[in-house]
């Protein structure tokens, strides 16, 4: 049975890979969207201010529509009209992660309006069914969870994932690209296989990146070395590489977030992250942030319940 209801959900902006943790570690931002949910007698309703509001659909393909038909589908309930009010703030195609944010907010909508929805779709599940829409589950994890996440597909098929909280000092920055980027053009780059010596390179800088970020922020400019995947993502966003580069030459931990072209700069307190806002180059835009520690939030007022 459905709620109901008006549900809101808040769900962070996040970056993942952040350098060496390619489609393992994610990290949630104080960037916001907020989506409100209810349920109508037929059809659908959507409404979107904000990032992308003159670009994306308004229709049953809007993502959050989708995510919440296929959720519906999980908890076998039958499938609603619904209207949605959206709020955005995560710019899209940049690296930010507006469609995992989308995903994850469709997910817990859908869930909050069914009555005994978190029983029969646990937190746990919920993130699987969220990566399994996403396909990977390193933004979605974090958009859930908050702080710093370590994800990973399990022997069932499933996803799973490991908060950490992140050490107070680090102060991440965005530089906001002018351009945008596609994921799958990025993905499309990476080849088959790389060398051993870059793969085990790559591998210590993961770990060491998941102690720097925790414990240990003087490290993170070493930590923060990749060899996997962004030099051969270049020829998609050269401006996005060659300001990784001009960063990390000036002693800032400068990663590609995501898969581009937004820049994230993981500071090592207010003074340097200050300092990267200041000198950020011609068209970009600066966004000093903070880590998102809670995750996505779930507000419902539920005024009864309807069968649809």
Request: hydrophobic letters at 50%.
């Amino acid at each position: 049975m459905l709620l109901d209801a008006s549900v809101r959900v808040r769900v962070p902006a996040t970056s993942a890979n952040l350098g060496p943790g390619f489609d393992a570690l994610g990290l949630a931002l104080s960037l916001h969207d907020v989506v409100t949910a209810r349920v109508i007698e037929r059809g659908v309703q959507v409404e979107v201010r904000g990032e992308a509001s003159a670009e994306v659909a308004r229709d049953e393909s809007h993502l959050v529509v989708a995510t919440m038909r296929r959720t519906f589908d999980e908890l076998a309930v039958p499938q609603p009209g619904l209207a949605l009010d959206c709020a955005n703030s995560i710019p899209h195609a940049r690296g930010l992660g507006s469609s995992a944010a989308a995903i994850v907010a469709g997910v817990l909508l859908a869930r909050a309006l069914v009555a005994d929805g978190r029983q029969r779709l646990p937190d746990a599940d919920a993130l699987s069914l969220a990566a399994s829409i996403e396909g990977h589950p390193d933004n979605v994890a974090p958009c859930l969870l908050g702080g710093l996440t370590i994800a990973w597909g399990d022997a069932a098929g499933g996803f799973r994932a490991i908060r950490r909280e992140v050490d107070p000092a680090v102060v991440p920055v965005a530089l906001i690209a002018p351009f945008a980027a596609s994921t799958v053009v990025a993905r499309e780059l990476l080849p088959a296989t790389v060398p051993h010596a870059d793969a085990a390179f790559t591998a210590g800088r993961a770990a060491l990146l998941v102690a720097a970020l925790t414990a240990t922020p003087q490290a993170l400019v070493d930590a923060t070395q990749d060899r996997l995947h962004q030099t051969y993502r270049e020829p998609a966003m050269p401006q996005a590489i060659a300001l990784v580069e001009a960063l990390r030459a000036r002693d800032h931990a400068a990663v590609v977030s995501g898969a581009g072209p937004t820049v994230l700069v993981l500071a090592r307190g207010q003074v340097e992250a200050e300092s990267v806002v200041a000198t950020a180059p011609t068209g970009w835009r600066a966004q000093l942030l903070s880590v998102d520690a809670r995750g996505a939030v779930v507000e419902s007022a539920a005024a009864g319940v309807t069968q649809p």
